[in-house]
């Protein structure tokens, strides 16, 4: 079956530093990946999309600047917080599809950002 | 602009009680419409999904019929159980840039 890990789980990281996160789509080609970021109300914000071979497309109120992403092949995703503080906390969660045109997306567990 | 409404907060169920979530998109032409499923500590798992007028989606015992004239997608199911206690979401696909937007979520509790 498909299935995303994604690392770290939880990172704990003082104001003004830096975290990076990793997302391994496992027994399927990740053509597209949707970061996201979880509010601990649990709504969702997409952060940007990522395809192989394409731009990447940042949502308003997200830079590449702030959160630089990286999809080198079709099984692997990595995006870092830059100058993380307070308003940057929450479940960053990765969602990856199989084809572009499908809404249907696999998520990993996410990596939880806490700033202190 | 393009966006999903669902049934806010909280529903607070009995084991075997009638569920539903209320589900109203606002988009052009024929998006194609999702539920998803959050589960504690878990990322979102796709629960099925529904791309034409009429169609009915279903998956667990849940299921939803996309409805083009009211632009909803209920997610309905006739007997919860405790294990179905979980965080879930409307989404739909936006063709044009290939993106899923989600609505805000609804925590279902179920009490057993």
């Known amino acids: 079956g498909a299935l995303v890990y994604q690392y770290p789980r939880r990172t704990i990281c003082k104001s003004g530093t830096s975290m990076r996160m990793e997302c391994q789509a496992v027994g399927f080609q990740a053509t597209s990946v949707a970061w996201y970021r979880q509010s601990p109300q649990k709504t969702f914000e997409l952060i940007a999309l990522?395809?192989?071979?394409?731009?990447?497309?940042?949502e308003q109120n997200f830079t590449q600047e702030k959160f630089p992403i990286s999809h080198p092949n079709l099984s692997f995703s990595s995006m870092t917080v830059l100058n993380a503080y307070l308003e940057d906390r929450g479940l960053y969660l990765c969602?990856?599809?199989?084809?572009?045109?499908?809404?249907?997306?696999?998520f990993g567990e996410g990596s939880k950002l806490t700033v202190l | 602009g393009d966006s999903v409404t669902q049934t806010e907060g909280q529903v607070a169920l009995s084991e075997e009680d009638f569920l539903t979530i209320h589900c109203n998109y606002s988009a052009s032409g024929y998006p194609a419409l999702f539920w998803y499923v959050q589960y504690p500590g878990e990322g979102p798992q796709f629960l099925f999904r529904a791309s034409r007028d009429k169609e009915k989606g279903s998956s667990r015992g849940f299921e939803a019929t996309y409805d083009k004239g009211t632009t909803s997608f209920h997610l309905r199911k006739a007997s919860v159980q405790e294990s179905d206690s979980a965080v879930y979401y409307c989404a739909f696909y936006d063709t044009n840039a290939y993106k899923v937007i989600f609505g805000k979520g609804t925590h279902l509790h179920v009490l057993p």
């Open positions: 969602g990856a599809r199989k084809e572009l045109n499908t809404g249907q997306l696999y």
């Open positions: 990522s395809t192989v071979n394409s731009a990447i497309k940042y």
